[in-house]
């Protein structure tokens, strides 16, 4: 592994996209649903899409901004701790799971709420643990410091 790389094998978005195929494949096979108005689900499921989706354009400029690759594979130039990461060290992943909250809601599939629970445990365990040990071995105080300031999720 060379310095410019952080040892992470899985990519966040890969691993909730493999939980929605699984949660649309067993909700095919047994299908459930919420029981909630067809306007509210869209309501709920718009909203809670749009929110990371914006968000997640931010995070990109921030990166951007320091010249770092938004690449859980690859070590960032800079420490980012603006927008977003001001309230949480992983507003990226947070988005994800709200997202997933939305299209569970307009999709009508409860399955999706099951599934990303083991998408969350795998991003903790293979990606922010292992970021977390890059960020203090490339940053050091400046990263503890952050981390004493920011929660993990919110």
């Given at each position: 592994m060379s310095k410019s790389e952080t040892g992470i094998k899985v990519i966040p978005p890969?691993?909730?996209?493999a939980a929605f195929i699984v949660a649309f494949a067993?909700?095919?096979?047994?299908?459930?649903?919420?029981?909630?108005?067809?306007?509210l689900r869209w309501i709920l499921g718009i909203v809670l899409i749009a929110g990371p989706i914006a968000v997640a354009s931010s995070l990109f400029a921030a990166f951007r901004r320091t010249d770092s690759a938004y690449d859980v594979r690859k070590v960032p130039k800079a420490l980012?701790?603006?927008?977003?990461?001001?309230y949480s060290r992983n507003p990226g992943?947070?988005?994800?799971?709200?997202?997933?909250?939305?299209?569970?809601?307009l999709f009508d599939n409860p399955w999706v709420l099951?599934?990303?629970?083991?998408?969350?445990?795998i991003t903790h365990y293979q990606v922010i643990l292992k970021?977390?040990?890059?960020?203090?071995?490339?940053f050091g105080d400046a990263y503890r410091q952050y981390k004493n300031r920011v929660r993990r999720w919110i």
């Open positions: 890969l691993i909730f996209l067993v909700d095919w096979l047994w299908p459930l649903g919420f029981g909630l108005p067809l306007a980012v701790t603006e927008g977003a990461f001001r992943y947070l988005g994800l799971i709200v997202l997933a909250v939305g299209v569970a809601i099951l599934a990303i629970v083991p998408a969350a445990a970021e977390e040990a890059v960020l203090e071995r490339e």
